[in-house]
């Protein structure tokens, strides 16, 4: 359910995302044609990680009761794969590296489902409740009741958002703390800067996209981890700029599809365009997706070409790095990735209280370059 805002809106200068009362008319498409072999070799794979270049593996019959075989590694072995390379860099340097020929348009491969009316499931975790009986609010960040609703995310465009786990140190077999981020190129995920371990020596990312109680829906081991992330080197003090791109070692947007992405218009402020999703703790457990669909921008600051984007829409801790988006003609657009939410105070008055995503320009040149550079 979209959140109303009071005022004028102002008349749209660019060409405006799909309404609801458009949306609802587009049909689900069921494909007929067959992925790629070579593509689906890519993802049907269980790696496990040596650091020393000169093992071989050495399979033995198994001891145990059941039988079977085991494969003999050493010590240091490990199923999580460290990133290569953390890269925060100026304006300037983004736009340098960009060329004209790299555009920010969706892809839907001819073999995957359409689905722009995908399965409405439900969550999976009891709702908490005080002694006294009353019920537990677990995040700060909801207007009102919840409007958050839970989806299966089978098909294209929904099987592209999915969670990303992060390991501030790889040596660990479990993972620190975890995002939101969608599928934006071929080998690239866009998320929110503050998902990305920045100063970590040792890290990991591990993209899990249509994740749902615990694996893909695309396959349970269709996943990748991330070699390279790069934001832009603004420190984390404008919430503007909280935006990364993140390479990925399996092209998984080359199987499955991937979002497009615009520069947000100021133009498009108060009309019910606008989508937002991921993977919230405080709805599931963070373990199945969901959405909030129909959503008005009530304002935007900016900061050089970085725009705060801010809304109404119901986010909390989990959402992080989630696109927010529109569609057009029937495909996804990311406006901006979700960052957090702001509360201004003044002695006992609320003087603002918004929910906020990064975009502009600048998340549009970031996703050029990335296209541009990790084919």
Known sequence: MAKKVVGTRPKPLEPVPMKNDDFIQLDNRVTSERIPEELVSEHVRIPIYVKDGKFEPKIVKSKNEGGGWEIELPLESSLVSAGQLLERVSVQEIQHGLSEKVDTEPNMPKWVD?????????????????????????????????????????????????????????SKPNWSWYGSAVLIGNRTILTAGHVVPWNSKNWAMKFVPAYYDGASLLGNQVSSWVTTARGYNTNNSVSAWDMAVCRLDQPLGRSYGYFGAKTYSSSWEGG??????????AVSGGNRSSRIMWFPTVDDDTDGNATEVEYYADQTGGNSGG?????????????????????TTFLWFTIEDVNVAAGGSAIVDLIRWARNNWT
Not at 125 to 154: A, C, E, L, W
Not at 334 to 341: A, E, L, N, Q, R
């Open 272 to 281: 019910n365009y606008w989508t937002l999703a991921g993977y919230p703790s």
């Open 114 to 170: 359409y689905t722009p009316h995908n399965k409405i499931s439900s969550a999976s975790m009891d709702m908490m409740y005080r002694i006294n009986g009353k019920p537990i609010v677990p995040h700060y960040g909801v207007f009102g009741t919840d409007d958050r609703q839970v989806y299966y995310p089978s098909g294209y465009p929904w099987h592209c958002v999915g969670r990303v786990f992060v390991w501030n140190d790889a």
């Open 323 to 343: 696109p927010v988006f529109g569609f057009w003609d029937g495909l996804p657009y990311v406006v901006g990735t979700v960052s957090g939410g702001e509360k």
